[in-house]
């Protein structure tokens, strides 16, 4: 096995626990507002740059090493430009992802989200980055929509779907427009700039009726210790997730790392089939039998049509 495909597996897994903690903090209230959250996990993403500091840290494996300071320089034109729209896009994917969590289960709200990312990252790579479409292109697709249509007819409204079609999408783009960014520059230079102005679309935010700064003050508050410490506990595991899949569409190919993001909502139903009944009432992982036929039938489907989108 590659050793990106490695690093993509234990993302999605890391992900999967970063899903539901999200879910935890959007449902429970102690950070109620989707916009409040997508502002603190922005910023918070910048917390990975001091990872630039440990660049000494030998890493056993091969074809991976710790960015540093060192290979950071301005960015050009094309940098900026790659760097804002790749911001852009990822904040506000975050808030429709977030959004859609106030209206259903994380193990619903996933599978559609990183099936149309990974179709949309497909089609963006074709467009972008002149990657050709395999032969069982149309099979992939037609099972994808055929186990989005079994999650979403019956599990989802109007507003929901359009809520993670358009999360899902904007995802696709970011990661295309990142792996532009890795393809104009290196890793480490991509890293830093995408992670800052990522950082100052974030604080854009704070221009916004919903997110100034009293409202996120009140959020804070409202949130508590506990509520403050969860939150940046799951971001910190975020940033390792999300430096693995970096690294891992540097190393590999960008649509099939989408591709691979089928590892996370497996992981999910897992979680929902078996700690359902024992999880907190406002995750929303109460699986009663029909529920777990649902899941499965409809995972199952998705699954296969990410394995033959990408074959």
Same mark, same amino acid.
């Given at each position: 096995?590659?050793?990106?495909?490695?690093?993509?597996?234990?993302?999605?897994?890391?992900?999967?626990?970063?899903?539901?903690?999200?879910?935890?903090?959007?449902?429970?209230?102690?950070?109620?507002? %989707?916009?409040?959250?997508?502002?603190? $996990?922005? $910023?918070?993403?910048?917390?990975?740059?001091?990872?630039?500091?440990?660049?000494?840290?030998?890493?056993?494996?091969?074809? $991976?090493?710790?960015?540093?300071?060192?290979?950071?320089?301005?960015?050009?034109? %094309?940098?900026?430009?790659?760097?804002?729209?790749? #911001? $852009?896009?990822?904040?506000?994917?975050?808030?429709?992802?977030?959004? #859609?969590?106030?209206?259903?289960?994380?193990?619903?709200?996933?599978?559609?989200?990183?099936?149309?990312?990974?179709?949309?990252?497909?089609?963006?790579?074709?467009?972008?980055?002149?990657?050709?479409?395999?032969?069982?292109?149309?099979? !992939?697709?037609?099972?994808?929509? &055929?186990?989005?249509?079994? &999650?979403?007819?019956?599990?989802?409204?109007?507003?929901?779907? &359009?809520?993670?079609?358009?999360?899902?999408?904007?995802?696709?783009?970011?990661?295309?427009?990142?792996?532009?960014? /890795?393809?104009?520059?290196?890793?480490?230079?991509?890293?830093?700039?995408?992670?800052?102005?990522?950082?100052?679309?974030?604080?854009?935010?704070?221009?916004? %009726?919903?997110?100034?700064?009293?409202?996120?003050?009140?959020?804070?508050?409202?949130?508590?210790?506990?509520?403050?410490?969860? *939150?940046? /506990?799951?971001?910190?595991?975020? !940033?390792?997730?999300?430096?693995?899949? *970096?690294?891992?569409?540097?190393?590999?190919?960008?649509?099939?790392?989408?591709?691979?993001?089928?590892?996370?909502?497996?992981?999910?139903?897992?979680?929902?089939?078996? *700690? !359902?009944?024992?999880?907190?009432?406002?995750?929303?992982?109460?699986?009663? +039998?029909?529920?777990? &036929?649902?899941?499965?039938?409809?995972?199952?489907? +998705?699954?296969?049509?990410?394995?033959?989108?990408?074959?």
């Amino acid at each position: 096995m590659a050793i990106w495909i490695s690093l993509v597996i234990v993302a999605q897994l890391i992900n999967a626990f970063v899903a539901i903690i999200d879910k935890y903090i959007v449902s429970s209230g102690k950070i109620g507002w %989707p916009i409040v959250l997508t502002f603190y $996990v922005s $910023v918070l993403s910048s917390l990975s740059i001091f990872i630039f500091l440990f660049s000494w840290i030998k890493i056993p494996i091969d074809g $991976v090493v710790l960015p540093t300071l060192a290979n950071i320089s301005w960015p050009t034109i %094309p940098i900026i430009l790659l760097s804002v729209l790749s #911001s $852009v896009s990822f904040v506000y994917a975050l808030y429709n992802l977030f959004s #859609s969590f106030l209206l259903s289960e994380a193990s619903d709200v996933v599978p559609v989200v990183s099936s149309i990312s990974a179709v949309s990252s497909l089609l963006f790579s074709f467009y972008l980055l002149n990657t050709s479409l395999s032969g069982n292109f149309l099979w !992939g697709f037609l099972f994808l929509v &055929i186990g989005m249509f079994l &999650i979403a007819r019956f599990r989802m409204t109007r507003k929901l779907f &359009i809520k993670c079609f358009l999360a899902g999408v904007l995802f696709g783009l970011h990661f295309v427009l990142i792996k532009m960014l /890795f393809n104009e520059t290196g890793f480490d230079n991509a890293f830093f700039w995408s992670r800052f102005f990522i950082t100052l679309t974030a604080l854009s935010l704070l221009l916004l %009726p919903n997110c100034c700064g009293r409202n996120v003050a009140s959020e804070t508050k409202k949130a508590g210790k506990g509520g403050v410490f969860l *939150l940046l /506990f799951n971001k910190v595991l975020a !940033g390792v997730a999300g430096i693995l899949i *970096l690294k891992a569409v540097q190393l590999g190919d960008v649509a099939i790392v989408q591709a691979l993001s089928g590892f996370q909502f497996v992981f999910l139903l897992m979680f929902a089939i078996f *700690l !359902g009944h024992k999880a907190p009432k406002c995750i929303g992982e109460h699986c009663e +039998i029909i529920d777990r &036929i649902q899941k499965i039938v409809s995972v199952s489907i +998705i699954v296969t049509g990410f394995s033959l989108l990408f074959i």
